[in-house]
Every structure is written in structure tokens, then in C-alpha cells.
């Protein structure tokens, strides 16, 4: 079973920076894909980015382009999200996933329920 802890939340102001980490168990196969996604109270689980770790390709939700910046440490199994010009709209619990795709992994369309794994969340809170 693989675990995800993430880390790194926090209550920042508008404009702010923060950088989440993800700690995981193992970088294997079935950790091929990895992913952010967030939750705000009410809403669904959306993707904000995903890491390819064979390739190192990215993908960023229109929310976030430009603005975050997903990136991995293989040494220390660890995956980052560094998130930048902080917005009241990107307040949420934000989820570190995984799981073992390949060809999809990028393409932007992967929904939170072909995420084997999860983490138990990081609360960001941006105040305007």
C-alpha cells in the first residue's frame, strides 16, 4: 500500500507564496503518475497539476498556469507544489495522489477517482 503525507500548508495573505511537499512511501511503478488536486467546503475534488515521473511532463489546471509549479525530489520520494501569487479562490485542502498512468497522466482529463492513492490533506487558507 503506497501512503502520502503532504505538508506545508498554512494562512497566508493575497500575493503570498506557499510550497506544499507530498512524502511518499515509494517511487515504484504504481507511483507513475502524480497529482495535486484541491477541495474547497462544498465543492468537488478538482486537479490542479500532475507529474509524470518517467518523463518529468506537467500538466496545470487554467487556475493555476503560471502561477504554481509542480516538481519532484527522487532522492527523497518527495513531490512539491510551489504555489505562487497566492488568491482567496485558491483557499481549499489540497490533495496529493497517485497512481500508475502513463499515456494519461498529462493529458489533463484524469479525475480524482482514477487516483489509487491519497494523502490526507494540507489546508491553504488566502486571505484578501
Known amino acids: 500500500q503506497v501512503q502520502l503525507v503532504e505538508s506545508g500548508g498554512g494562512s497566508v495573505q493575497e500575493g503570498d507564496s506557499l510550497r506544499l511537499s507530498c512524502k511518499a512511501s515509494?517511487?515504484?511503478?504504481?507511483?507513475?503518475?502524480l497529482g495535486w488536486f484541491r477541495q474547497a467546503p462544498g465543492m468537488k475534488r478538482e486537479l490542479v497539476a500532475t507529474f509524470w515521473r518517467s518523463g518529468g511532463a506537467t500538466y496545470y489546471s487554467d487556475p493555476v498556469k503560471g502561477r504554481f509549479a509542480i516538481s519532484q525530489d527522487h532522492g527523497k520520494r518527495t513531490l512539491f507544489l510551489q504555489m505562487n501569487s497566492l488568491k482567496p479562490e485558491d483557499t481549499a485542502m489540497y490533495y496529493c495522489?497517485?497512481?500508475?498512468?502513463?499515456?494519461?497522466?498529462?493529458?489533463?482529463?484524469?479525475?480524482?477517482?482514477?487516483?489509487?492513492?491519497w494523502g490526507p490533506g494540507a489546508q491553504v487558507t488566502v486571505s484578501g
Open positions: 495522489g497517485a497512481n500508475d498512468r502513463s499515456d494519461s497522466c498529462v493529458s489533463g482529463r484524469l479525475t480524482s477517482a482514477e487516483f489509487f492513492y
Open positions: 515509494e517511487f515504484s511503478r504504481r507511483t507513475t503518475c
